[in-house]
């Protein structure tokens, strides 16, 4: 048995997330002090109190991180360790904090910065993302090329198969998200994120998350990452600033991520953090993998009794 943990990326958060943990577990409990240390504010009551400040990206960033790492803590502390980390998006800064290549005060402060980065990138209400379901990739990419010459589009996120997210500027990116719909599309969703994440109209990011990232101390790696970018194995620590400077404008390949690991042997998924979004896009890629989640206690001693008899 080989296993994979999956860290979520934004839009998985919710108030009170952790809380339980935070409440049950003293590693976690630390976790959260840390952050709290890190950022210089209570980022422990954003994530346990305050909706609001909760779903601004330069707080969404740290807290999901903060949880997930935290819920990492349970694993290691009942001995469960991977053999495989991957993340989507966001999550991906959880997965390299998880193989050892950041201090996770680094990656919290990091991630604060890189969801500030992202929001001022592309002004409020210029951008917007919409999840495409029940359609295959090449008739998504063919509407995305046909009203491109209107303005920017373009997907965004391969999640799994018949589950794409396209994004760009707000009127046009409504067009084809219209177009797919009338051409078959199952669910056409706008989905509640601030910009066009994953494309181009991203570069500003990109170009002052890279001052930060190239300042960044990087340690071994302890386990192998699979990143968003290729959704292939990082091959050593000097490819990792690069990939991170692109993937943020970059489409996250998480279909690829997910058959990568399931070629290299994972047939066990465990999903870190809030929600079960990444179980979901497991389930719809590959056929009879053993797929659990942990984000609070009950979850956390269900995984250890599945993966400890």
């Known amino acids: 048995m080989k296993t994979a943990f999956l860290f979520s990326g934004q839009g998985a958060q ?18 959260f002090q840390r952050a709290d240390d890190a950022l210089g504010f209570s980022l422990s009551d954003i994530c346990f109190e305050q909706e609001e400040k909760l779903n601004q990206t330069e707080f969404t960033q740290p807290a999901i991180l903060t949880m997930s790492i935290a819920t990492l803590s349970c694993l290691a502390e009942k001995g469960i360790k991977p053999d495989y980390v991957a993340g989507l998006s966001l999550g991906e800064y959880s997965a390299y904090t998880a193989s050892g290549v950041f201090r996770f005060e680094d990656a919290v402060r990091l991630v604060q910065k890189r969801g500030r980065f992202m929001t001022e990138a592309v002004p409020e209400g210029k951008g917007s993302m919409y999840a495409i379901i029940g359609m295959e990739r090449e008739q998504v990419e063919t509407i995305c090329r046909e009203y491109s010459q209107y303005g920017f589009v373009a997907p965004a996120n391969y999640n799994a198969p018949g589950q794409i997210v396209i ?45 930060e990232l190239e300042q960044l101390q990087l340690y071994t790696m302890n386990i ?36 990568t690991l399931s070629q290299n042997g994972v047939d066990t998924f465990i999903e870190i ?5 990444l179980s979901g896009f497991v389930k719809r890629t590959i056929k009879g993998a053993t797929i659990l989640n942990v984000e609070n206690q009950r979850t956390l001693e269900k995984t250890v009794e599945k993966l400890l008899i």
């Open 14 to 31: 919710y108030v009170g997330m952790g809380k339980e943990l935070h409440q049950q577990y003293v590693c976690a409990k630390e976790i």
């Open 167 to 211: 994004a760009g500027e707000t009127e046009i990116t409504a067009k084809v998200a219209a177009a797919a719909k009338e051409r078959g599309a199952k669910i056409v969703s706008k989905l509640n994120v601030s910009g066009p994440f994953h494309t181009a109209l991203l570069k500003p990011a990109s170009e002052k998350l890279a001052k």
């Open 224 to 259: 192998p990452v699979i990143t968003n970018v290729t959704g292939q194995e990082v091959e050593n620590n000097e490819d990792i600033i690069p990939l991170l400077i692109r993937q943020v404008m970059s489409p996250v390949k998480w279909e690829e991520t997910i058959l």
């Open 273 to 277: 953090g809030p929600g079960k979004t």
